[in-house]
């Protein structure tokens, strides 16, 4: 019978600088099977995002290190292949933090969301329709932002989205 494979790409060492590829190291693992109220994820595509560069520090921030010898945390679009809860089916399309593998097992609760059916691209779930639109559609959405209203900013985030800015809000880092 067929074993299926899957590779995780797990972090090797802690950088001191920026993260290199020998900070890194490919292992393959065999295809953990879910249990019950979890899903079995084939990993499609995967984000590379600038907040990675904290997670694999030892320094503190707002998300706990990722440990050396672990898979790589990342954001992931992927297809559901098999499912021990009632809420995804196979066929099925979904985000989460799935990591830099082929495959993750999760608890359902651990899916961000169902995705496709858009008639876009499921890559867009990274990206333009992914996580980061969520703090502009708060603001607009249920509260309407105020003219000259001081909006702060994630850490690392360079500036704000166009939306808040087209209503007339203004950024204020945390550092002010």
């Known amino acids: 019978m067929y074993q299926r494979v899957n590779r995780q790409v797990r972090l090797k060492s802690r950088p001191s600088g920026i993260p290199q590829a020998e900070h890194f190291e490919i292992v ?3 295809v953990p099977d879910p249990s019950n109220g979890q899903v079995l994820v084939r990993n499609i595509y995967l984000s590379v995002d600038p907040a990675m560069r904290g ?3 030892a320094v ?17 679009v992927g297809r559901v292949e098999e499912s021990r809860s009632s809420d995804f089916h196979p066929g099925e399309y979904v985000t989460g933090m799935f990591g830099w593998q082929d495959y993750a097992v999760v608890d359902a609760e651990a899916i ?6 858009s008639g876009l691209p499921i890559s867009t779930s990274l990206g333009v329709l992914g996580p980061r ?23 690392g985030a360079k500036r704000l989205p166009p939306q808040p800015r087209w209503m007339g809000c203004r950024s ?3 550092n002010r």
């Open 55 to 57: 997670w694999v520090s």
């Open 28 to 30: 393959e693992a065999p």
């Open 133 to 155: 639109r969520s703090a502009a559609l708060a603001i607009i959405t249920p509260w309407r932002c105020v003219r000259g209203a001081r909006l702060r900013r994630q850490a």
């Open 112 to 117: 961000e969301r169902k995705v496709g059916g």
């Open 60 to 76: 503190a921030n707002y998300s706990e290190p990722v440990a050396v010898g672990a898979v790589m945390r990342s954001l992931a």
């Open 172 to 174: 204020q880092s945390r």
